[in-house]
């Protein structure tokens, strides 16, 4: 059959999903006809034919939760606007909690959804009786009720998305399969296909099952695997009708779903079979695989148990498909740092149907507009790393995924797969000093160390876990005396060259063009003033720097400044990251006991804040920066890796004569809220701007050059900053904050926290959260006693303050 592709397009979109068609239809409404999409086989013919068609909106964070809304409001119009029927309705949907922890996690949910305004309603038995009647409820506690919730049919939902693209000049092509990604080795220039080349300025992956290894093909990671994912279909069901809600079980892994006059029964169980290690068929399309009944029997009793009247029930279908999931389950969107012009949306961990409306909207405004709409770092495909793509890992871990979807989303929760991919050289003297490990962007890293007697394990709550006291004297003993943290997973790059510090003094908002051995706490903007990078960087020497950020960024980071650098500047970025384990000793007695073990003057008037040279170790050459992250005297110790074990066990020896304690990443992380330091991922993203996140001492105005973002930032002075970065401390000591929870004025809803710990030398949970100005000016002050933050429900009087509350004057860290 001959296909007459056009030689050139403005954009290649290569899949023809739900998600594909989605970012098809959304480019066409921005008036971008210019628009392919390429699809191997049909529509749909991947895994969106067999989708369950659920449409819910309620996710575990805010921003996904506006996504799947936006979805769900497309979906009503969809059918108007096209002519293509959909077969969405809106039902409602109930989620059942049989557990207080799940009664908890619901709760709490629904007073996130307050946060934009999605109406969730928590119920008790008897109203989820009236709502669905045919469920036997005796194990159930409450749950909740979201009347906007419903379901569709997502082979006709794609087509009238592919109808509504081509009816803004989209041009959709069937049976063409994409056999080449092309490039000019800075970004991507367009697409080889059975039927001939098109060059294009952007081309976006939306190939589902096989986005991982055509992206491979390029050296691009985008890390999914497929599992197997199961339902069954019963027929002549005692007393189902239309108007039943969608019904989640998570408890016993199921959801339930009125289908066509039949109850079609699904599962996210916990240990899922993963599918396609050896390769997917190039045949592939509307297929279905064999599965295995036995490995989904346990679940379909459990569904019988909640619905009698399956018992008597006729079963007219097992079913048995693929589906990819990846590591994190979290979506894969957003520009591929490997490439201009590259775009990815896949890996959508069976929730494609619910998401594609706003996947397709952001995605489509990320391709026009240059940078990502709203804060989409949860999903960015620049979070992950490259050993993911590995095959062994993937079908390791995303057997786990699945079951994630539906189990309780514990503070805290470690995965339990696919571990040990990336350990400091110091893994087993942790772990001889009782560490307990989690695992973080492949790196295991101590979160707390168990006292002698105690087992280094995980026993989760909402409430106060087994760990809380531990952590609690690590934190005191950095506030009190002095510890170490093992903080080798840090990101660290050597910028070096005759224009380093031109280019990246025209990165940094801060001035970094400063004498050797200076550290310059920095943020990285965008033109729109917004936070892209949350680092510190090192002036080594005259051509020479040391850049170091948070592990979670370190792909995205290093591209950021990469694209900074132009053909003509002479300086070479390389990611060190693996050669440097970093120790860090932090605490009043953190002096005492360095100085033990060196010769070198660490004296407040040699060794001042905000310095970096090289020292005498023990038997090695380190470089110590002074600097902190949880508001003590201390000091980061940058030890090469080979040096690593030796330095260790000098400072462990050393330190019992100082009391030194080992401390671990929740202990960091309570100091650091303490402090009212920020994360960058939680409190300043790129949607925040340093005086909103009160960050303006980092910004140097003045300085020669200019920087990026800056004259956004000067407008927003001028203009007032409508919005503040404040530390909230509950007034009583038994609530804990996690993060999502919804921050109140009166009456008035002015926030969430973005992250939350509890505070142990102030005694309370602490949260940070970005609070609107009262009325319609500038945001100039704050009532103490004006807040309250809604937990699972109930609100909580809090302490405000756009200060630290703990040693607001810094003057611990400079002694």
Known sequence: MSIDLPNRARVV???????????????????????????????????????AGLIGQLRQSINMTQLARYTSDL?????????????????????????????????????MAKVFGLRVDVVGRDEIRALYPIANLDDVIGGIHIPSDGYGNAVDITQALAKGARNSGVRIFQD???????????????????????????????AGLWTRDLAASIGVTVPLHACEHYYVLFKDVEGLHPDLPVLRDY???????????????????????????????????????????????????????????????????????????????????????????LFVAAGLNSIGLQSAGGVGKVVSEWIRDGHPPVDLWEVDVRRNMPFQRNRKYLRARVGESLGLLYATHWPFRQYETARGVRRS???DRLAAAGACFGEAFGWERANWYAPSGVEPRYEYSYGRQNWFEHSAREHRAVREGVALFDQSSFAKFRLEGPDAARVLNRVSANEVDVPAGKVVYTQWLNERGGIEADLTVTRIDESAYLIVGGAETETRDFHWLKRQIGPEDRCVLTNVSSAYGVLSVMGPGSRDLLQALTPDDLSNAAFPFATSREIELGFAIARATRITYVGELGWEIYVPTECMVSVYEDLVAEGARHGLAHAGYHALNSLRIEKAYRHWGHDITDEETPLEAGLGFAVRFDKKGGFIGREALLRQRDSGVRRRLVQFKLQSSEPLLYHNEPIWRGADLVGHVRSGMFAHTLGAAVGLGYVRAPGSGPFDSIGANDYEIEIAGRRHPVTASLQPMYDPRNERIRR
């Open 13 to 51: 979109i290569v899949g023809g999903g739900v998600i594909g068609c989605s970012i098809a239809y959304h480019l066409g409404k921005m008036g971008w006809s210019d628009v392919v999409l390429l699809e191997r086989k049909q529509l749909t013919s991947g895994t969106t034919w067999h989708a």
């Open 75 to 111: 979906y009503r119009s969809l059918e108007s606007e096209t002519g293509q029927a959909t077969g969405y309705r809106q039902c409602g949907s109930v989620s059942l909690a049989t557990t207080p922890a799940r009664m908890e996690e619901l709760a709490r949910n629904a007073s």
């Open 425 to 427: 050289a110091l893994h």
């Open 176 to 206: 063409t399969r994409v056999t080449r990604l092309l490039h000019d080795g800075r970004r991507a220039t367009g697409v080889e296909t059975e039927h001939g080349t098109i060059a294009a300025d952007h081309v976006v992956l939306c």
């Open 251 to 341: 408890d016993h892994c199921a959801y339930f779903k009125q289908d066509a006059g039949k109850l079609l029964v699904g599962a996210f169980e916990p240990h899922a079979r993963p599918w396609g290690q050896d390769g997917i068929p190039e045949d592939f399309a509307f297929g279905e695989i064999a599965g295995d009944f036995a490995h989904f029997e346990p679940v379909l009793v459990d569904a019988m148990r909640r619905v009698p009247a399956l018992e008597k029930a006729g079963l007219q279908k097992f079913f048995c498909g693929p589906e990819s999931f990846t590591p994190d389950v979290r979506y894969h969107l957003g520009a591929s740092p490997e490439f201009d012009g």
